[in-house]
């Protein structure tokens, strides 16, 4: 039989340890996985692909992907960063500011590196003249990938038909912030 002394000891580590593993939880919500306000003009990564053309520049502060032909397809034209780690079971927050010189569409992404590029969550936004702060909670609900990474297409889209986006227009995308979510 235990004496009671012990049985505290025994209360006392439990509890400390539920607070260790609570407060390490809190800390997980709150640490940013991403973080990119572009003010060292470094970030992500550009690609084209099925007639886009363009280029990405960074400009104040700002990513600024300027667009001369949104090409065939709506990853024609992308903006992105690799060698991001998303863990099964997690519940992510992305978000992000943005705004186009015309209105159109851009969706997101977050897919693997290669292969067949799965995709694991995306989402299509309305993107306006006016700077907007948009946000995107997702699960991954596959196995964990250590290559994902987040992807802008912001190519062709059938929306931009007869619009100005059509032609020749501008996207600026900063604060960047993913986050497990709360």
Request: some cysteine.
């Amino acid at each position: 039989m235990m004496k009671k002394s012990g049985w505290i000891k025994i209360v006392c580590m439990v509890l400390m340890l539920s607070i260790l593993v609570s407060a390490a939880g809190v800390a997980a919500a709150d640490q940013a996985l991403l973080k990119l306000n572009f003010s060292k003009k470094t970030g992500l990564q550009f690609y084209l692909q099925e007639g886009g053309h363009g280029q990405l520049d960074y400009l104040n502060g700002t990513a600024v992907v300027d667009i001369y032909d949104p090409g065939m397809v709506e990853w024609a034209v992308q903006a992105y960063r690799t060698e991001l780690t998303l863990t099964q079971g997690t519940t992510y927050e992305l978000s992000f500011d943005m705004c186009s010189t015309a209105d159109r569409e851009v969706s997101l992404a977050f897919q693997h590196t290669g292969g067949d590029w799965h995709t694991y969550a995306a989402e299509t936004f309305e993107v306006t003249k006016t700077m907007t702060r948009y946000t995107y909670k997702f699960k991954m609900d596959e196995k964990t990938d250590i290559t994902a990474q987040l992807v802008f297409n912001m190519g062709w889209f059938e929306s931009l038909m007869g619009t100005p986006a059509e032609k020749h227009h501008k996207i600026s995308i900063d604060n960047i912030l993913l986050k497990v979510a709360e």
